[in-house]
């Protein structure tokens, strides 16, 4: 193992021996899709009989936490769950690119080729179960094994706790927005045994409206009841996972929609709708833990897979993405291979050795200023962040930070709030852990939300170390005070 690695990994150890948290026997892991660390914190101060601020009264609320950067669902998810950002997952958003990999339907004769893992490679999307799964013929293919198709489970590079839990015997759950979710079953391809993934994008399902949202989510929450009650997701006979939970789509996309009333984070209708609804499915789960004796047993993360942006609706500038494609394409003529926009752009050239040109090109003061860029992400920076684009097949050439407020999109794009991003707004999330012997604190150490994953293997009395990105990356547990 190279220095740098077993350092990081003997760093892990020293922590999670010196702070552990009491032992647990179920983990149950929420993400409240969008949730700032300032809507907890004045959901908490203001509802204080609400469950949120009962969780928080047993339990260490972090008040600096990060998520992944990029601060999309892929990589935000995976930071939870594999205690890696996208330099060890190799996962930097739903739609990206590997310049190894083939185009769907393709004999593999040419490589590289846009990664899209959503609702667009279900067998039917407009359908709750989507058709009956995933399409493989949409899906990308893989020369060097055959030209299979890549599952969105073989496209994650380590492994999950699912999988390092499923190892050791014990079940496992999870509940999620499209059956590309898939991805969270790890390399192994069967890491979550129970995975309950509707599609959110049904027909039947207007994902701009709040309420229907909400009745989606509401789906899940009662996957999640059936859990605790010791049955699957479909309500078949089963056992408590010892790892389990969901992400709410609700707070999303109020954030989205209709967003905030000020520029200082206060709610907005839908988002105080979206937030009271979390809350009230959050006291179901927990009333159904003591119904069933096993609130004093479970350790109950809540944090997000992203954070939104702007909460200042003031700020919010859209930008043509064609116009921020066309001023790559000026700087380098063979153009972008892939470029993925929102709260920033991720770009794959087809000549990586023109990164240098672009990134001049796109760091002049004309171009910043038309295209609201506050900095490009290259070169040696971008290297130490992600790794050489010249070497890692998924590796952006250029990562494309705007200003804050920025979306890039089409200018018809009615939205209001993105993710993705770099900003306060796309990472600064929520985090609370609450557990039987933890009195309430506000922990103010700065954390990443790959923490997660390996504090929750260790109050299971799990090895940290069995997640391949904590190796990789020398992730620690969270402080505990």
Known sequence: MPQRLLLGSLLAMCVAHAQTLPPVKHVL????????????????????????STLSKRGLTYSQAQSSMPSDSFPGLLALVTGGTPKSTGVYYDDSYDRTLAAPGTDCSVAGTEVVYDESIDKNPDALDAGGGLDPAKLPRDPAHGCAPVYPHSFLRVNTVFEVATAAGLPTAWADKHPAYDLIQGPSGNG???????????????????????????????????????????????????????NFQALSVAQKT????????????????????????????????KAQGLFDSTLIVISAKHGQSPIDRSALKIVDSKALAAAIKAAAPAGAAQLTTDSVGLVWLKDGTQAGAVAAALSTPANMAALSIASVLSGPALRAQY???????????????????????????????????????????????????????????????????????????????????????????????
């Open 192 to 246: 979550v045994l129970d995975l309950y993934t509707p599609e959110i994008n049904n027909a039947s399902n207007p994902t701009d409206n709040v309420g229907a949202t909400a009745a989606y989510d509401a789906l899940k929450v009662g996957a999640v009841l059936n859990q605790i009650g010791g049955k699957t997701s479909s309500g078949a006979a089963g056992r408590v996972p010892a790892i389990f939970g969901m």
């Open 258 to 289: 209709t967003g905030y009333a000020d520029a200082s984070g206060k709610p907005g209708a839908d988002v105080a709708t979206a937030m009271n609804f979390v809350d009230a499915s959050l006291g179901m789960m927990v009333n159904a833990l």
């Open 387 to 481: 790794g050489d684009p010249a070497t890692d097949s998924r590796v952006p050439d250029l990562v494309i930070i705007p200003t804050k407020g920025v979306i890039y999109t089409k200018p018809t794009a009615s939205k209001i709030a993105e993710h993705g991003g770099f900003s306060d707004d796309d990472t600064h999330v929520g985090l609370l852990i609450s557990a039987p012997g933890l009195s309430a604190a506000t922990i103010t150490t700065p954390v990443r939300t790959t923490q997660v994953a390996p504090t929750l293997l260790s109050a299971l009395g799990l090895d940290p170390n069995k997640l391949q990105a904590v190796q990789q990356e020398g992730t620690t547990i969270l402080p505990l005070k």
């Open 29 to 52: 892991l929420i993400s409240v899709d969008g949730l700032h660390e300032q809507d907890l914190r004045l959901f908490v101060t203001s509802h204080p009989n609400s469950a949120l």
